[in-house]
């Protein structure tokens, strides 16, 4: 059935493959954060950004992000 199918790509265990955490991907998040301003908001944005991370590496594109990121602008766009 469906979960032969799913875990003969491997697809189930996948995350244990992924490069979790690594020190680019807590760069990767500095960066994000910084990018967005020294408030106090700056470790949220930084956990933002290692999310980013971890979303870019199980996707393997880059246009997952790019939805959360304009999700995440659009949200705060509403709420302020």
């Known amino acids: 059935g469906m979960w032969k ?5 491997n697809q189930l ?4 493959h992924c490069d979790f955490p690594s020190y680019k991907w807590f760069a990767t998040a500095a ?4 990018a967005h301003g020294v408030t ?3 470790p949220f944005h930084v956990g933002i950004g290692v999310y980013l991370c971890f979303l870019r590496e199980r996707s393997k594109s880059l246009l ?3 939805l959360m990121h304009g999700l995440y602008n659009a ?3 509403i709420l302020s």
């Open 75 to 77: 949200a705060i766009g």
């Open 13 to 16: 265990n996948d995350i244990h």
């Open 31 to 34: 960066a994000f954060g910084l």
């Open 64 to 66: 997952p992000c790019m």
């Open 40 to 42: 106090a908001a700056l």
């Open 5 to 9: 199918k799913l875990n003969s790509k």
